[in-house]
């Protein structure tokens, strides 16, 4: 089995970057935003979304999604502030605490097989007012999602990340305003008419939705001859998906609107249909259940996705594309993800062998027999990035009282591990950002084998400041990260893409951080991020074991 799969070299390379993430928060808000807004369920503590605008309703959220932070943005069509309906959905939960719990969960691949716009209820709605500003207070860490439609019907979408308590985002939506209209048609290769949802990308739009952030994506769905119609687009060049959401995506290659004709797309043009079954590689016992995704290219697809599930027997039967490094995943839960390319076309029965995860647990002491330490992040990451993108890639586990943690579902073979927060790193932990994390701890875990691996810790670095506007006022709720200097742009961008929480500190009342999760010898910069302020980045500086720089940022 080989894993070359070309189809999933951008989702395999974005999720093969792995980070170290210092969340400094304590689970409580310092800012007062107030608990107006929503009726409480029996034994909330916090209120749901607060909505700023002309009108609008308040739907009861769920418990699990309030605390205290806020979104708030501007509703725009060519760059000018226009009254719109605004809704906002929860996307994905994030515990601060915890960064990678969760974001991982949000499988790559799943969000490839929607629509780009979260099909999740809204939790809250309102009207802006008539300038076009919104406001969503009462908010939990997360990823959300902000929806708006112009009086026009022209709808417009963007995400926000809230990466820890107390967080104040701003969140802009752009809504695409044009008077070209594209009609076209979508047929199965023996032209049978295609039944389900149509989607126009604009520009980068596509990689965009599947990494959670915004984008010009519009919705439309076939009729009974495999036909759409999608009006209102402004003049540009377009992807246009095909999606049976949960089941499949055909994405044809780029067209310019306007186009001439009738756009035609087709789905499985020169196909190959698969059979196999799924098998434990100990026992050799059928795995029933198992999630195969297959996919690839062919000359009137410019990408092809399709999903189905192992039956009873382990067996499962589904069509491909027949080139361009076509081929399989396959996920069963509590196994390791597995690759399958095909060259050529499928002449026999394929036959998945899936390793079964395994257990890392230790202790996290202090250097030279010290004592154990409460509240460390312990990250772990196979030396394979096998099914980075699937849920096999990076794990977290935080430390108990003893300074012990255990992690489960591991990838088996060579497991790198390292340790990061409360004011501790893992000795001779080095690097920061894409593939430059060095560590001294890696352990090979055999297939639904258990393995201890302890870790010694020496204390990390830290950096405290304030974050100020240019007239030297605090500004409280802006969320502070910290980067290399060249990697602070590239690494938020692809936190997002991962719904982690990769935000140090949120500013407090006073506008003063603190991030005591640094590792010593590497270069950093902040950069700070509040509503109605530019982005700002404050000058860099050098982590020093067991010594606090003090940085400001200026906006």
Not at 193 to 205: D, E, I
Not at 508 to 533: C, H, M, R, W
Request: with cysteine; proline share 6%.
């Amino acid at each position: 089995m080989r894993s070359g799969l070309m189809w999933l070299v951008v989702v395999l390379a974005i999720a093969g970057a792995w980070f170290l993430f210092n969340p400094s928060d304590t689970g409580e808000d310092p800012i007062d935003t107030g608990t107006d807004g929503l009726p409480q369920e029996s034994g909330a503590k916090e209120a749901g979304p607060e909505l700023m605008g002309s009108g609008g309703t308040r739907p009861i959220v769920p418990t699990e999604i309030r605390g205290r932070g806020m979104i708030q943005g501007v509703t725009r069509v060519s760059g000018e502030g226009v009254p719109s309906e605004v809704e906002l959905r929860h996307v994905t939960e994030i515990d601060p605490n915890n960064p990678a719990k969760g974001g991982f969960e949000r499988m790559f691949i799943e969000r490839l097989l929607d629509s780009g716009i979260s099909g999740k209820d809204a939790i809250g709605r309102t009207t802006t007012d008539a300038s076009g500003h919104f406001k969503f207070t009462g908010l939990a860490p997360g990823l959300y999602e902000v929806r708006a439609q112009a009086a026009s019907g022209a709808m417009g979408f963007a995400s926000g990340m809230l990466p820890a308590h107390g967080a104040r985002v701003e969140v802009n939506v752009d809504i695409p305003a044009g008077d070209q209209t594209l009609k076209g048609r979508v047929l199965y290769a023996n032209d049978k008419p295609f039944k389900g949802m149509v989607v126009a990308s604009a520009g980068m739009a596509f990689q965009a939705a599947m990494m959670g952030q915004a984008g010009q994506v519009r919705p439309a769905y076939t009729d009974d001859d495999g036909r759409f119609e999608l009006s209102g687009m402004p003049k540009g060049r377009y992807q246009i998906s095909a999606i049976i959401p949960g089941e499949l995506r055909v994405m044809g290659a780029p067209i310019d609107v306007p186009y001439t004709g009738e756009y035609e797309l087709k789905i499985l043009v020169g196909g190959v249909t698969v059979k196999g079954k799924v098998i434990s590689a100990a026992t050799e016992e059928v795995i029933a259940g198992a999630t195969v995704f297959g996919g690839g290219g062919n000359p009137e697809a410019n990408f092809s996705i399709f999903s189905t599930r192992s039956g009873a027997d382990g067996r499962f039967e589904m069509t491909i594309p027949a080139g361009r490094g076509g081929g399989m995943f396959v996920r069963a839960e509590g196994y390791a993800p597995q690759m399958v390319e095909f060259r050529g076309g499928v002449d026999e029965e394929v036959v998945v062998t899936m390793e079964a995860l395994g257990q890392l647990s230790g202790r996290v002491t202090l250097q030279d027999g010290g004592a154990p330490q409460k509240g460390v992040i312990v990250y772990i990451t196979p030396q394979s990035q096998r099914g980075m993108a699937f849920g096999g890639g990076l794990l977290t586990a935080i430390t108990d009282s003893d300074g012990r943690y255990t992690c489960d579902g591991v990838q088996p073979g060579a497991v790198r591990v390292h340790a990061l927060g409360g004011g501790w790193v893992s000795v001779g932990l080095s690097g920061f950002g894409f593939g430059e994390v060095k560590t001294p701890y890696v352990i090979e875990l055999e297939a639904g084998g258990k393995a201890e691996q302890d870790l010694e810790v020496i204390a990390s670095g830290k950096v405290q400041g304030r974050v100020l506007s240019a007239d030297g006022r605090p500004v409280p709720g802006a969320v502070v990260q910290a980067g290399t200097p060249s990697d602070v742009r590239q690494m938020v961008a692809v936190m997002m893409a991962m719904g982690i929480s990769f935000a140090n500190a949120v500013t407090d009342g006073n506008g003063e951080f603190e991030i005591d999760a640094i590792v010593p010898g590497t270069q950093y910069a902040l950069s700070a991020k509040a509503p109605e302020y530019p982005d700002a980045k404050s000058t860099p500086f050098t982590a020093v074991s067991g010594k606090t720089e003090t940085v400001d940022v200026t906006f």
